[in-house]
C-alpha cells in the first residue's frame, strides 16, 4: 500500500488523477487500467494544488483498489489567523529566502512541528 494524502480528479486531466503523497508532493497517475499502483505508475505533475483548480475528491472506498491508503495525519484541517501586512510580507519574503523556497503555510507547519 501507497501511503498517500489525497487523491483528486480535474476536469483539465480528464485521463488521470492528481496524488498528494505523505511528503506534500503532487503526482498523477493514468485512472485506467484499473489496477494497484507502482511507483513506475506516476508520473510529473507541474500544475496547481488540485484544491485550488476545484478538483473532486476520489471517494475514499476506491483507495484500496489502487492500492493506496489515506494518510490520517493529511492537511486537511484550515485555520485562520490575522496578521497584519507587515507580518504578512514578513513571513513571505523568509519563505522566499530560504532554499528550498517555503510558503507561508509551510513556514507556519514546520513552526508548530518544532515544538
Same mark, same amino acid.
Given at each position: 500500500m501507497i501511503k498517500i494524502n @489525497?487523491?483528486?480528479y480535474l476536469n483539465s486531466l480528464p485521463l488521470h488523477?492528481?496524488?498528494?503523497?505523505?511528503?506534500?508532493?503532487l503526482t498523477k497517475f493514468l485512472i485506467t487500467p484499473f489496477r494497484e499502483?507502482?511507483?513506475?505508475?506516476?508520473?510529473? *505533475?507541474k500544475g496547481y494544488h488540485p484544491r485550488k483548480c476545484? @478538483?473532486?475528491?476520489?471517494?475514499? *472506498?476506491l483507495y484500496k483498489?489502487? @492500492?493506496?491508503e489515506k494518510n490520517n495525519e493529511s492537511l486537511t484541517e484550515v485555520i485562520h489567523v490575522r496578521?497584519?501586512?507587515t507580518? #504578512?510580507? #514578513?513571513i513571505e519574503t *523568509?519563505?522566499?529566502n530560504l532554499d528550498p523556497k517555503l510558503s507561508s503555510s509551510e513556514i507556519v507547519r514546520k513552526f508548530i512541528s518544532d515544538l
Open positions: @489525497g487523491v483528486w488523477a492528481v496524488v498528494e503523497l505523505e511528503n506534500g508532493s499502483l507502482g511507483n513506475k505508475d506516476f508520473t510529473d *505533475y476545484k @478538483g473532486q475528491q476520489l471517494p475514499n *472506498y483498489f489502487y @492500492g493506496l496578521l497584519t501586512p507580518e #504578512k510580507s #514578513k *523568509y519563505g522566499q
